[in-house]
Nanobody, 118 residues
Framework: QVQLVESGGGLVQPGGSLRLSCAASGFTFSRYAMSWYRQAPGKERELVATITGTPGTKNYLDSVKGRFIISRDDAKNTLYLQMNSLKPDDSAVYYC???????????WGQGTQVTVSS
């Protein structure tokens, strides 16, 4: 059974940083590209960042380029998102899923809330 558990969100001031984690289980993590998505109230879920398997090619939403860094630890079956220089527009619930362009798994984890506010 596929399980995705996101953590690391919280309340942070503009300009601050957070590191999100996604613990994955139930599938061979290293074989899949992995992605972070986010969904703000009243908006569609959007793809934020993607990392393939080895060699770990990364792609980012234009609005987060230069501020967010996606990474993975295949030994720990864990996906990360380092978020720097956070802006209020980054506020959303963040989710992870397998796949590089569309979510591979039909079910989602509970997500982790990120709120950027002074």
């Amino acid at each position: 059974q596929v399980q995705l558990v996101e953590s690391g969100g919280g309340l942070v001031q503009p300009g601050g940083s957070l590191r999100l984690s996604c613990a994955a289980s139930g599938f061979t993590f290293s074989r899949y590209a992995m992605s972070w998505y986010r969904q703000a109230p009243g908006k569609e879920r959007e793809l934020v960042a993607t990392i393939t398997g080895t060699p770990g090619t990364k792609n980012y939403l234009d609005s987060v380029k230069g501020r967010f860094i996606i990474s993975r630890d295949d030994a720990k079956n864990t996906l990360y998102l380092q978020m720097n220089s956070l802006k209020p527009d980054d506020s959303a619930v963040y989710y992870c899923n397998a796949g590089a362009t569309v979510p591979f798994w039909g079910s989602w984890g509970q997500g982790t809330q990120v709120t950027v506010s002074s």
